[in-house]
């Protein structure tokens, strides 16, 4: 039997075990409906949020139209759909998000949705136009949002108060957040609290601000500082550029300061982020660059951080707030408005997009814009505790969303100089990259300026490597 059959077969066995097997939710379909099958990556609440809005599609619009959802939570999603495409079996919905959404469709993987979008009503105007173009990939539309997210700084207004005056003697308001990078690194410094008992080894306690905690945007950093990754008009990375390479020195500056020994025991000590032990919630990490989701983290472990005190508006009421985080392009801004509308964010999301090959395509397209009606988006966005993708909202979204800081959110999101993921087919590879590169320079392992220059290379070649293999 060839090599290509045997693999063939063995995809086809796996997938099949994955249909049969996997960890699939809900009812069962009732009979004479034409049943979707629907991957996605969600856990816990937010998976129980999706099925919630699966449940409510098959008892109305898919017992209108005979159609049924069949929702199977995955972990490694992405890989596990490549394979059922492979073996001819792809689910009929696949959630994917910002990150592998350009390289599926550069591949030829996706079906697009620009006609079925448009007989639906769905076009730029309906959506903030951040998400509406992070949807497209060479002119086509490839995927319709779940949820989004965006990016901000978070900061703990308890603890600033708390080192009020520290801070007003070195000229910062402890009543704000920083407003530029500058600001952010002075209040940074004030607000790191150490263990000195042994001066030759000191330890670092709690951190007013590290760039490399979470760690989730290390890519993104050059944004903040005016930069781009990439050039659309070119069609080339721009990672040496120096913007990138003040982005660099930046992080270095802080392993400098405090030594990369002190900040890796550090990170080493801290718990993680769906737990009582995540350090924004235990005071650990004072200011953080996060998204809005972090709430369903607080009101699970430590919800007194959102009735700290007494206040007119709910944001007012808690302990942690959000604001812009500080930009080169933004710091001249003339007031915090102007700041927050103007602000530099990175836009990322969670998206349904139609395999190449699904047996159901107008089926699935139904619930796909089935959750992107205002209502059921909303609804499930709440759930989640995000902002919400579209550029309409109902009169009641911020009162009755369970996130005191959705307003914010919803403003940076909208903001004319919001980023997200760029039109590249290596995309994937380009983020591994670009934070193992940055961890090296965070480690002092290496200088900014090699980290750059090898990043622009490496990655412009592998550009050229998949356009020349795909030259379609």
């Keep these: 039997m060839p090599v290509r059959s045997i693999i063939t077969a063995v995809l086809v066995a796996g997938v099949l075990v994955l249909l ?150 070195a000229g910062l308001d402890p009543a704000r957040a920083p407003r530029t990078l500058s600001e952010l690194d002075q209040y940074a410094g004030i607000l790191n609290q150490f263990d000195s008992t ?65 900040v890796n025991e550090f990170h080493a000590a801290l718990g993680t982020y769906g737990t009582p032990a995540n350090p924004f919630l235990t005071g650990q990490l004072v200011m953080e660059q996060q998204g809005p989701w972090v709430q369903t983290v607080i009101e699970q472990f430590k919800p007194e951080m959102n009735r700290w005190q007494p206040g007119e508006t709910r944001p007012d009421r808690a302990e942690w707030s959000v604001a812009p985080f500080p930009s080169s392009l933004t710091a001249n801004a003339a007031s915090d408005d102007a700041r927050v509308d103007n602000a530099v964010t990175w836009c990322g999301f969670n998206c349904l997009a139609i395999p190449r090959g699904a047996r159901h395509k107008a089926e699935a397209f139904e619930f796909i814009a089935y959750v992107n009606r205002m209502d059921v988006m909303e609804k499930l966005c709440a759930a989640h505790c995000k902002n919400t993708p579209l550029a309409q909202h109902s009169a009641s979204w911020y009162s009755d969303h369970p996130n005191p800081n959705a307003e914010i959110f919803d403003r940076l999101a909208s903001s004319p100089n919001a980023r997200t993921a760029p039109p590249v087919a290596v995309w994937p590879e380009a983020v591994d990259e670009i934070k193992a590169a940055v961890l090296r320079v965070a480690n002092l392992e290496q200088t900014p300026e090699d980290a750059v220059t090898s990043l622009q290379q490496s990655l412009q070649g592998k550009l050229d490597q998949f356009r020349a293999r795909h030259p379609e």
Excluded at 144 to 159: G, H, Q, Y
Excluded at 230 to 235: L, N, V
Excluded at 236 to 248: G, I, K, V
């Design 198 to 262: 042994d001066p030759k080894k000191p330890i670092l306690l709690s951190a007013g601000y590290l760039p490399t905690e979470p760690g989730w945007y290390l890519e993104q950093t050059p944004l903040w500082f005016g930069g781009n990754l990439y050039d659309e008009k070119t069609g080339r990375f721009t990672l040496d550029s120096p913007e990138t390479l003040a982005a660099f020195r930046w992080i270095a500056s802080y392993s400098r300061k405090l030594t990369p020994g002190v």
């Design 20 to 169: 049969a097997f996997g960890p699939r939710t809900g009812a069962p379909a009732p009979a004479g409906r034409i049943v979707v099958e629907y991957w996605d990556t969600w856990t816990g609440a937010e998976m129980a949020a999706m099925q919630q809005t699966v449940d409510d599609f098959n008892r109305s619009v898919g017992a209108e139209k005979h159609i049924f959802v069949h929702f199977l939570s995955q972990s490694d999603i992405s890989q596990k759909t490549l394979l059922a495409a492979a073996a001819n079996v792809p689910p009929d919905i696949a959630g994917l998000w910002d990150k592998p959404l350009p390289q599926w469709a550069a591949l030829g993987a996706l079906e697009p949705l620009d006609d079925l979008a448009a007989a639906r009503g769905f076009s730029e105007g309906y959506y903030k136009p951040i998400y509406w173009k992070g949807l497209h990939y060479n002119g086509h539309l490839y995927a319709l949002l779940s949820t989004p997210n965006v990016v901000a700084l978070l900061w703990n207004k308890r603890i600033f108060l708390e080192h009020a005056a520290a801070l007003r003697a």
